[in-house]
């Protein structure tokens, strides 16, 4: 199982943003924050699953601000939607959202690390094929 959290992107750039956490690190996370264990993913309350989208909501805000930086562009988020699945179906969101207007995503990974965990942390950008353009363009890159 993954935790997902997707969030629009607004303003300079459009396009959406995929957090996606391993489950054992999304439980171990949430015992941290709410204080009792995680016995499971499934059917979590609303107090859990509020402090799953803060930690996606803070973690995509980091690195689209990174970005915002880099760039020089203005980039605002929804608020996260969040869900629990396998990964294929997690993923078949943004792809039959975004499969008819661009096949690039900027894959964002790095390992996120709490007390006797290490995850793999993966986002993912999925920008429209014009907010791609000027972001890889503003960044001095080529596509």
């Given at each position: 199982m993954i935790v997902g959290a997707l969030l629009f992107l607004e303003g300079d750039v459009q396009g959406m943003i995929l957090f996606l956490l391993q489950e054992g690190f999304a439980s171990a996370t949430l015992e941290a924050l709410l204080g009792e264990p995680v016995n499971s993913l499934d059917g979590?309350?609303?107090?859990?699953?509020?402090?799953?989208?803060?930690?996606?909501?803070?973690?995509a805000a980091s690195y689209l601000n990174a970005i915002a930086s880099l760039t020089g562009?203005?980039?605002?988020?929804?608020?996260?939607?969040?869900?629990?699945?396998?990964?294929?179906?997690?993923?078949?969101?943004?792809?039959?959202?975004?499969?008819?207007?661009?096949?690039?995503?900027?894959?964002?990974?790095?390992e996120l690390r709490g007390e006797n965990l290490?995850?793999?942390n993966h986002?993912?950008?999925?920008?429209?094929?014009?907010?791609?353009?000027?972001?890889?363009?503003?960044?001095?890159?080529?596509?």
């Amino acid at each position: 199982m993954i935790v997902g959290a997707l969030l629009f992107l607004e303003g300079d750039v459009q396009g959406m943003i995929l957090f996606l956490l391993q489950e054992g690190f999304a439980s171990a996370t949430l015992e941290a924050l709410l204080g009792e264990p995680v016995n499971s993913l499934d059917g979590l309350d609303e107090m859990a699953q509020s402090a799953l989208q803060e930690v996606a909501n803070i973690m995509a805000a980091s690195y689209l601000n990174a970005i915002a930086s880099l760039t020089g562009m203005t980039i605002t988020i929804s608020t996260p939607s969040l869900c629990t699945d396998m990964l294929g179906a997690i993923l078949s969101v943004p792809a039959i959202y975004y499969a008819n207007i661009s096949d690039k995503i900027i894959h964002i990974e790095d390992e996120l690390r709490g007390e006797n965990l290490c995850a793999p942390n993966h986002i993912l950008l999925i920008p429209d094929t014009g907010s791609l353009e000027k972001i890889i363009t503003r960044l001095g890159l080529e596509l």
